[in-house]
């Protein structure tokens, strides 16, 4: 069985598979529609809380960022993100769902310095933040407010601290012309076509 949702510029298929796998994704709004976002979300279902402040709104610094998580059935971990300065259009008032850009984040599990480097080399994407190779940190790569986050077996997920697990995943990026990577042994499928 499977699911399509398309929300802004993205096509999420959801196909259902053996066992319990639980994923981290992140969608992104506009940079000027942070506070009005997660109060959206905070109205429709309980946002996860950081564990040392039990606050349901996250602020990151170094990226001018704000963030909440809930989870949805399956156990995944959903973020909505804003970031200052991408996408933003001036809208006052609370959000209205068709302002969701699309997604901003897919965690990838396993050998970080590996993908990261089959990643720039197959499809021209680079490293833009963060570190690989060094246990417990993550790898972003891609651009700003558009990432895959490259994470090792066993991390803990922000805000739960749930350990990451490697389950399938294919990405289709556009406008990187045409190219194609395998990741893991074939569990992540990253490609692009104009």
Do not use: K
């Not at 960022?65 to 399956?74: F, G, I, M, Q, S």
């Not at 895959?148 to 990187?176: F, N, Y």
């Amino acid at each position: 069985a499977s699911l399509e949702v398309r929300f802004g510029e993205t096509l999420l298929e959801l196909v259902g598979s053996e066992g319990r796998p639980f994923y981290h994704v992140a969608a992104l709004v506009p940079g000027d529609r942070g506070a009005a976002a997660i109060d959206w979300l905070a109205e429709r279902v309980p946002l996860l809380p950081d564990p040392e402040t039990g606050e349901g709104r996250f602020s990151f610094e170094s990226w001018s960022a704000r963030a909440c998580y809930v989870h949805d059935p399956a156990g995944t971990i959903l973020e909505l993100i804003s970031l200052a300065g991408i996408e933003e259009r001036g809208a006052r008032g609370p959000l209205s769902p068709r302002e969701l850009v699309g997604l901003s984040e897919v965690g990838l599990v396993g050998d970080t310095a590996a993908m990261a480097a089959r990643l720039e080399h197959d499809v021209g994407l680079e490293l833009w933040d963060g570190v690989v190779g060094v246990p417990g940190r993550l790898g972003f790569v891609g651009e700003r407010g558009r990432s895959l986050i490259l994470c090792p077996p066993a991390r803990g997920w922000l805000p739960t601290g749930r350990p990451a697990e490697p389950h399938p995943v294919e990405v289709t990026l556009s406008g990187t012309g045409r190219s194609e990577t395998l990741l893991e042994g074939g569990r992540y499928r990253i490609s692009s076509g104009d």
